[in-house]
């Protein structure tokens, strides 16, 4: 089970494609988010800032389950402005 190929579906304004390990600088950008993180089934109180670690460590998750699941999961790449 698991290690399928993700394909890469690209669209005229979007591109679905796995995970690589220069993403955490996206996700790093991105910080966090109380409202976003309550959503999920968190606490506001437990939010914390991104770290470069976290970053880093969020990407490894994505690409670790790609490996061992079935289910995909994709970064979403907007094309340059």
Do not use: C, H, Q
């Not at 494609?17 to 309550?38: C, K, N, V």
């Not at 670790?64 to 079935?70: A, G, L, N």
């Amino acid at each position: 089970m698991g290690n399928l190929s993700v394909p890469v579906l690209a669209g005229k304004r979007v591109t679905l494609r796995p995970a690589r390990p220069d993403d955490y600088e996206a996700r790093l950008r991105l910080g966090t988010d109380a409202e976003i993180d309550r959503m999920y089934g968190g606490s506001r109180d437990d939010v914390r800032p991104m770290t470069e670690e976290a970053a880093r460590r969020w990407v490894r998750g994505l690409r670790i389950y790609e490996i061992r699941s079935t289910m995909r999961r994709f970064a979403l790449e907007l094309p340059s402005m």
